[in-house]
């Protein structure tokens, strides 16, 4: 099970694209959610 998430974090660490110092987060969701510096961190992102 602990391999299983180091994959899926390497996973999402792989697909995190950063531009502009915008974050696109993809969640289990699938959904790319945008994170900036705003208010958009409370999102359920830490």
């Keep these: 099970m602990h391999k299983n998430g180091l994959e899926h974090l390497s996973q999402v660490r792989w697909a995190i694209p950063q531009t502009d110092g ?5 969640p289990e969701g699938g959904q790319g959610l945008p994170v900036s510096g705003g208010g958009d961190r409370d999102a359920g992102l830490v």
């Design 22 to 26: 915008v974050l696109t987060l993809l």
